[in-house]
């Protein structure tokens, strides 16, 4: 696996902290589809709530497909099993 580095003087470029030019990074990676929500927070070094925070004030919709909403209908099928 290949490290990336940042030298010094485009962070300094950015006017952003290390902390924020990763936000950024996962923002736009995120919007372009490119990381799923659980990975784009992990790599902003946010919880999944923080991020989606962070993405709805940006307006930014969260990701959410059909295939997404067919695993959540059958785990909630699959946990109602167990309740009843």
């Given at each position: 696996?290949?490290?990336?580095?940042?030298?010094?003087?485009?962070?300094?470029?950015?006017?952003?902290?290390?902390?924020?030019?990763?936000?950024?990074?996962?923002?736009?990676?995120?919007?372009?589809?490119?990381?799923?929500?659980?990975?784009?927070?992990?790599?902003?070094?946010?919880?999944?709530?923080?991020?989606?925070?962070?993405?709805?004030?940006?307006h930014?919709?969260?990701?959410?497909?059909?295939?997404?909403?067919?695993?959540?209908?059958?785990?909630?099928?699959?946990?109602?099993?167990?309740?009843?």
């Amino acid at each position: 696996m290949k490290m990336l580095t940042i030298p010094g003087e485009i962070l300094l470029a950015t006017r952003m902290t290390y902390k924020e030019l990763r936000q950024e990074i996962a923002v736009m990676l995120y919007e372009k589809e490119k990381l799923a929500l659980g990975q784009a927070s992990q790599f902003a070094g946010m919880s999944q709530m923080q991020f989606q925070n962070l993405i709805a004030s940006r307006h930014i919709p969260i990701h959410y497909d059909i295939e997404e909403l067919e695993q959540d209908f059958e785990t909630i099928i699959e946990s109602r099993s167990f309740i009843d």
